[in-house]
């Protein structure tokens, strides 16, 4: 798969994508939820969120701080927005680490892929939560992508994340080199792609995707380039559709695997997780390209959210509905 042309991937990815059948019922093509969402960072969740709901899952949640959760309900009534997160001065005298986690936690039999970090924040509560997130999601099964402050967990508790290979992180350039520091990883030396492997293969087998003027990504054993055309503006914020994007896609993944339509079958678990990495880092960046090409200068990363539906028609494209 590694020497695979672009366009040999991105048809891997389009046989992964669910048609849109009368027979599904609701849920049937993604239950995603991002986790982070505190006072100071309500947009980060919302355009990870939305991104995902954008690309076709069926249901979108944020699980958040309440501050967080009150403003984000205002952004979009499209999203289902859970209070249940905690800023340790917000903890109530009833409350604790365990009723906390415990109430995220009950939540996880009801999804199929996790976000962790968007507008998470580095507060030890919010972190200590996501790490007994992290290791119930391991233990369920369930799919997860870890960016911004979820990154920070990997970084500091790199345990959470070894060896699993149901894992992405998509790090960008000072996340990488902090990441790599925290496994002794050099990287002075060395082409890009070879560090991103040398890294993932460091955390047993996760997949990276380091961000950048080209896209890495790697499990350690398998590399693949994402190199698309974006645009030119670094506003804050792209980098949360990209997470989003990768959750339905997972979703989609999880639909493909569970075979809930008719078809080859010829994609197995590692390698339909590489094409999620793949297809996310590739629609994100057309995503780019386009929300560039309106703004220009200008661009920020709600302009990205417009462009997420086209962004998908002109990378990977909609299948014909067979009723």
Aim: proline share 3%; charged share 25%.
């Amino acid at each position: 798969m590694a020497n695979a042309t672009r366009k040999e991937l991105i048809g891997k990815v389009y046989k992964m994508i669910p048609p849109m059948l009368e027979s599904f019922h609701k849920g049937q093509l993604g239950r995603v939820a991002v986790i982070g969402g505190s006072e100071d960072y309500t947009g980060a969740p919302y355009f990870s969120a939305m991104a995902s709901a954008k690309l076709g899952c069926d249901m979108s949640h944020v699980i958040c701080e309440p501050g967080a959760g009150a403003v984000i309900k205002s952004y979009s009534p499209n999203l289902m927005v859970h209070p249940y997160m905690r800023q340790s001065k917000n903890l109530a005298a009833s409350e604790s680490l365990d009723t906390v986690a415990s109430e995220v936690i009950a939540m996880l039999s009801r999804l199929h892929v996790i976000v962790i970090g968007p507008g998470l924040g580095r507060d030890k509560l919010m972190q200590d939560t996501c790490a007994r997130v992290i290791a119930e999601a391991r233990k369920q099964g369930i799919p997860f992508v870890l960016d911004a402050d979820g990154l920070f967990l990997a970084q500091t508790r790199p345990e959470l994340v070894d060896g699993c290979k149901e894992c992405i992180l998509t790090p960008n350039v000072v996340e990488f080199g902090r990441l790599a520091k925290a496994k002794g990883v050099d990287v002075a030396e060395g082409k890009p792609e070879e560090l991103c492997a040398k890294l993932a293969k460091a955390f047993g087998g996760v997949t990276i995707i380091q961000k950048g003027a080209k896209d890495y990504i790697s499990n350690g054993t398998t590399t693949l380039v994402s190199e698309g055309e974006g645009g030119l503006k670094r506003s804050g914020g792209q980098g949360d559709t990209l997470t989003g994007s990768l959750a339905t896609l997972l979703a989609y993944r999880k639909a493909y695997l569970d075979r809930i339509w008719e078809h080859e079958g010829d994609l197995g678990r590692e390698e339909t997780l590489a094409l999620a990495a793949f297809g996310g880092s590739a629609l994100t960046r057309e995503c780019s390209r386009l929300a560039f090409k309106e703004k220009g200068r200008s661009l920020q990363a709600a302009d990205l959210t417009e462009h997420v539906h086209q962004a998908f028609l002109n990378v990977i494209g909609e299948k014909e509905s067979k009723l």
